[in-house]
């Protein structure tokens, strides 16, 4: 990644707490955060919809300026930086604003309230925009219309048929559109192959090979595996995504259905049972619990462990602290038994990283079309050059080569092939997430094992289920 922020330790908690959240990124929901002082009267001046064209579907004022808030994170300035450039060509009479934002949702909370949104918004951050009370309030423009809009690069062909599959669904809320998830991550385990090279090491695919090379690891000093322990969503994609593995997509498909039992189902058992026995002795980086993601995922990049969990934006968070022979790759978990339901190679990808149009921004139409002008093949492709991500446009990316993660993620999606993790509960049910994140924290610091682990997790469950006020989602795919 060439741009990195400031202040690394405040980059992105990649709202999978959005989550992102894509496919169960769990976007926590900021329910009741706007609402206090939210109106249906969206109260900016978008004005009168101009002529509409071919190339002009949403009757675009060449001479109106927008306003993007985007998240300044792990990405970096510039890909926003080209969208910009990219609008303000097309409609030269233009200025596209770029607002850059630590924290949307402490940002922009007041701004909603005051009626006066920006066009287009980067909803990713620590903080994000909670979907569910900007659609209860009408405060968010359904991308139906942006779907079915002709492509900048031909606009006989829809947007929507120039997206990876799934893509669209990643931004449903009541089966409509409202976010757009603009990259394509990959989650797994990270590493620095430099190192791997240099002690002639190769990646675990079992259970019973990374106990080896844990051993072999800690007779030098090297911790096998760490996380950022303050962030504790990043241990849920460990555990969610072996549950997958283990019990197979139907243990998921339980726990996100509050069914009951699921958190106690052998699956889960299992999980955590092996992350209890990586604890216990001693494979996992020492106080790594108290540690931020920064800190611990610069463990990796100096040796000091092997593994982390992560996401693809890894490269551009750490870019400015990377050795000029850092290799990071990203593979898929490793098998924790013989008898897994799902096959190595099994991992978590989705479309991620979401953008909003606002309904009451001063030049909503103006916001359409950057998210429309952000999903052309330059644009597309210009994204995965400079942030060494993937693009949800079809063909983007292809023919890049780049990084080792770059070249790593690509591979590890083919090797997928249609094993692909998701999970929805994180999204649907925010007080369920927040009981998984506390009981996290207490697996990864040493307070109890599997039996208080899935005893806190079902608890929580159960009474969310119990709760008439709580509406209740069904998964069935």
């Not at 799934?166 to 976010?179: A, H, Q, R």
């Not at 999980?271 to 494979?283: H, R, S």
């Not at 993660?405 to 094993?419: C, D, R, V």
Request: charged fraction near 20%; include cysteine; charge should be neutral.
């Amino acid at each position: 990644m060439t741009v990195t922020p400031d202040s690394p330790s405040e980059l992105n908690r990649r709202t999978v707490l959005r989550r992102a959240a894509a496919a169960g990124l769990l976007a926590t929901p900021a329910a009741g955060i706007l609402a206090a002082c939210a109106s249906t009267d969206n109260g900016g001046d978008t004005g009168d919809k101009g002529a509409t064209s071919e190339s002009n579907p949403f009757g675009v004022d060449g001479t109106k300026p927008v306003e993007a808030v985007v998240f300044d994170g792990g990405f970096g300035q510039d890909y926003a930086k080209y969208y910009a450039a990219s609008y303000e060509k097309k409609y030269s009479g233009s200025k596209v604003g770029i607002v850059w934002s630590k924290e949307i949702q402490t940002d922009l909370q007041p701004r909603f309230a005051g009626n006066n949104p920006p066009d287009v918004i980067n909803n990713s951050s620590p903080k994000t925009l909670g979907i569910d009370v900007l659609v209860a309030n009408s405060q968010v423009e359904d991308l139906t219309q942006l779907f079915d809009a002709g492509s900048v690069d031909d606009p006989k062909v829809k947007v929507k048929e120039t997206l990876l599959a799934g893509v669209i669904d990643e931004g449903l809320y009541n089966d409509k559109p409202y976010t757009l998830n603009a990259a394509f991550t990959v989650y797994g385990f990270f590493h620095d192959a430099t190192l791997f090279a240099a002690k002639g090491w190769t990646v675990p695919k079992t259970w019973e090979e990374f106990l080896t090379l844990a051993e072999n690891a800690k007779k030098e000093g090297i911790a096998a595996f760490t996380h950022q322990g303050k962030y504790p969503w990043y241990m849920n994609n460990v555990i969610i995504d072996w549950v997958w593995k283990v019990g197979g997509k139907s243990a998921v498909v339980a726990i996100d259905n509050l069914d009951a039992n699921a958190w106690k189902a052998p699956a889960v058992v299992t999980v955590i049972d092996k992350i209890k026995e990586m604890l216990d002795k001693g494979y996992v980086q020492p106080g790594a619990a108290g540690l931020d993601h920064t800190t611990t995922q610069q463990a990796v990049i100096d040796g000091k462990a092997l593994f982390i969990p992560c996401g693809t934006w890894l490269e551009g968070e750490m870019a400015k602290t990377l050795k000029p022979d850092t290799k990071l790759e990203v593979t898929a978990q490793w098998s924790l038994t013989a008898s897994d339901a799902s096959p190595y190679g099994t991992i978590r990808a989705a479309a991620g990283e979401g953008w909003i149009v606002p309904s009451g921004g001063k030049n909503k139409q103006g916001g359409l079309e950057f998210l429309r002008l952000m999903l052309s093949k330059d644009n597309a492709r210009k994204f995965a050059e400079l942030t060494k991500s993937l693009p949800v446009v079809k063909g983007a990316a292809e023919g890049l080569t780049g990084s080792s993660q770059f070249t790593s993620a690509n591979k590890a999606l083919a090797e997928a092939g249609t094993n692909i993790v998701s999970t929805k509960f994180g999204g649907w049910y925010p007080d369920l997430y927040k009981a998984f994140e506390g009981a996290i924290s207490n697996l990864m610091a040493g307070k109890g094992g599997s039996a208080e682990f899935t005893d806190a997790m079902q608890k929580a469950a159960d009474k969310i289920a119990a709760d008439p006020n709580v509406k209740k989602q069904k998964r069935t795919n």
